[in-house]
């Protein structure tokens, strides 16, 4: 059964200038002495829906933590609507220097002015650095956008973290559901919002007008995210006590209520029977037609991967062994051979 079309909210495109949303260089993951991802390449064009598929322990799910700022890379870099998001750590020993620096200079001018006779500066700088310093350590928690490019001109990275990529516009599930169980399906897609609400603990606790409203939009935009995902009805039903196929659903409209530009799809149609996963292959097509959001997905249903990809990179080993659309790669032999088995081709 096809869900009935509904409103939902607005979710911008994302455009880059040369048509990528994502771009992997040279990406390589090991642990030890396994290398679980090697040197990859890899990028995914705007509006488009691309599968990543190999056999078991392939390092699929190892590339996606990387994406999804899980992982940091041994070697290589993944890129973000053009902006460097995920690498390994450049000079990182020197930001602590950065926090206290702005506190020292000010340490040592109004040390400097008690020495010329003006005690009453030092007494103002004392608690000035000790206020600078605060503000820093705090920015270096927060992270935000302008931080990092401050300190990414004084040659200081750092790779993006989990909540980076999702305010950066990067929405997840999981292999295995990663749902509030004890909360109702709303507040499970409430949750994904979180990112993306202004209201602070003030403005909570004096439940002032702009947080209420706030909260009331929030809260008739998870339930047409809901209903786009065909769980109208279901608001108040408690996570673990939906079905399977809904608790999948459930967490795609977690990750849409967070207005991504790239969603990131792990297994979504595992363990679902044929009905449920020709509706899930259906919604894949309209997240992509009616929101315009380019889709990333990991899917060992072959008849999923080649139904609705336009793209299909094939891993093994760890190393990108094919890629190319879904009929390149059903017919290439390396591919026969590593992941449909060798009689498949007969």
Do not use: C
Request: aromatic letters at 6%; a neutral charge; hydrophobic letters at 50%.
């Amino acid at each position: 059964m096809t869900a009935p079309a509904v409103a939902v909210p607005a979710t911008p495109a994302a455009a880059t200038t040369d048509g990528l949303v994502l771009e992997a260089k040279g990406v390589s993951k090991r642990f030890g002495g396994l290398v679980a991802v090697n040197g990859v390449d890899f990028d995914i064009p705007s509006g488009s829906i691309v599968s990543l598929i190999g056999p078991n322990g392939a390092g699929k799910t190892t590339f996606f933590n990387v994406i999804a700022g899980l992982a940091e890379p041994s070697a290589g870099s993944v890129s973000f609507l053009g902006r460097r998001m995920i690498a390994r750590g450049e000079r990182s020993w020197a930001e602590p220097i950065v926090w206290v620096l702005p506190s020292v200079i000010l340490l040592v001018l109004g040390w400097l002015a008690e020495q010329i006779g003006l005690d009453i500066v030092f007494d103002v700088t004392v608690p000035l650095a000790l206020v600078v310093l605060i503000v820093m350590l705090l920015l270096a928690i927060a992270r935000p956008v302008w931080y990092e490019r401050s300190i990414n001109r004084l040659g200081i990275f750092k790779s993006a973290r989990p909540n980076d990529m999702v305010a950066a516009g990067i929405g997840r599930t999981f292999q295995n559901i990663r749902l509030f169980g004890s909360m109702s399906a709303l507040d499970n897609v409430m949750v994904g919002m979180h990112t993306r609400l202004h209201a602070n603990l003030l403005d909570a606790a004096l439940r002032l007008g702009s947080q209420r409203a706030e909260e009331s939009a929030a809260h008739q935009k998870a339930q047409r995210w809901l209903a786009f995902v065909g769980l109208k009805g279901l608001e108040n039903e408690v996570a673990h006590n939906l079905s399977y196929g809904d608790q999948r659903r459930l967490e795609i409209a977690r990750a849409l209520a967070s207005d991504p530009k790239l969603l990131l799809l792990d297994e979504p149609t595992a363990g679902m029977n044929p009905s449920e996963t020709v509706q899930m292959t259906s919604l894949f097509g309209r997240i992509r037609s009616e929101l315009s959001l380019t889709i990333l997905l990991i899917e060992h249903d072959m008849r999923v991967v080649m139904g609705v990809s336009d793209r299909v990179t094939v891993l093994d080993h760890g190393e990108k062994i094919a890629e190319g659309t879904p009929d390149q790669v059903k017919a290439d032999p390396r591919v026969i051979e590593a992941y449909l088995g060798k009689g498949a081709s007969a």
